[in-house]
């Protein structure tokens, strides 16, 4: 055969290929004479689920459902947090960069139906979006959760006495300072009648003060937590509490402070109300 060509084929031998290559579909392998099956797929991805938040002063405490069991192999968990107004739609996307590249194992707690992470160094008054996911060891991620929404907020304590009774009868919250309650910069203060326990806006005590208005949002233990009901009564200048009860103040600059009353104790002058609070402060407010 001259060197380059290739031989050619008669039509009998295209007979018997077409015969042979016929025959192989119908029995399927040669070597086992069984028909080959497609491999199984992949069990299902895990993906977490149900992801709750408390907001915290410059961060936020997070919360989920894991979906796994022991035995379910990850690399551990990746944490996607991006102000709401620089969010893409369909926030986080795989083109999305996660707050750390190194995965987050989980916590110390025994119980591995749930995870729990506390997030730092965010800002304060912005609200941010937050998604978890999972990184397998393959490097391949599960679905995120589905995103929350939440505003790192300023956290703190402070005990007031009643009005006129003490230096310590108002309370500024963009400062967290204690003052007077006819301070300037003040705003709220506490009095007691025989009717209950008050909180009031120190507009009720003379022109250019600074009116606050309040708004009970019922019971709750803590005030770091989101509430999901309705106000329990519109919001004016004076509002009666008792321990427990969670208060929405908005201030005159029209920012929110949240506070939760944690005691109320003592008698005539000595009666005094202790609260935590939360507070949303604008960027680059002063805390002094």
């Not at 060197?3 to 025959?23: F, N, Q, R």
């Not at 996607?80 to 996307?93: M, W």
Request: hydrophobic share 35%; proline share 8%; glycine share 10%.
């Amino acid at each position: 055969m001259p060197k380059g060509h290739l031989p050619k084929l008669t039509c009998s031998c295209l007979t018997v290929a077409i015969g042979l290559l016929i025959l192989l579909c119908a029995c399927g392998s040669p070597v086992t004479g069984v028909k080959k099956t497609p491999p199984p797929e992949s069990p299902p991805r895990l993906q977490p689920l149900n992801l709750t938040y408390e907001s915290r002063d410059k961060g936020v405490f997070l919360k989920w459902e894991t979906n796994r069991r022991r035995n379910d192999a990850i690399s551990g968990y990746l944490f996607y947090v991006i102000p709401e107004a620089l969010a893409g739609s369909g926030y986080p996307n795989d083109t999305d960069t996660p707050l750390s590249k190194l995965p987050y194992p989980g916590d110390t707690i025994p119980d591995i139906r749930y995870e729990t992470a506390e997030l730092k160094d965010l800002e304060n008054g912005v609200t941010y979006l937050g998604a978890v996911r999972i990184k397998f060891g393959d490097g391949v991620l599960s679905n995120p959760t589905r995103p929350i929404r939440f505003t790192p907020m300023a956290y703190g304590n402070a005990t007031l006495v009643g009005r006129y009774h003490g230096e310590n009868d108002g309370f500024a919250f963009a400062t967290g300072a204690i003052l007077r309650a006819d301070s300037l910069a003040n705003d709220i203060y506490f009095y007691a009648t025989a009717e209950g326990d008050f909180l009031a806006s120190p507009s009720r005590l003379g022109m250019g003060l600074r009116s606050s208005k309040f708004q009970k949002l019922g019971h709750g233990s803590s005030v770091r937590q989101p509430l999901n009901t309705a106000p329990e009564a519109p919001m004016g200048e004076t509002v009666p509490v008792t321990v427990g009860d969670i208060v929405e103040v908005t201030l005159a600059s029209f920012r929110k402070a949240r506070l939760r009353v944690t005691e109320i104790s003592g008698d005539g002058p000595g009666r005094a109300i202790s609260f935590e609070y939360v507070y949303q402060r604008k960027l680059g407010e002063s805390t002094v």
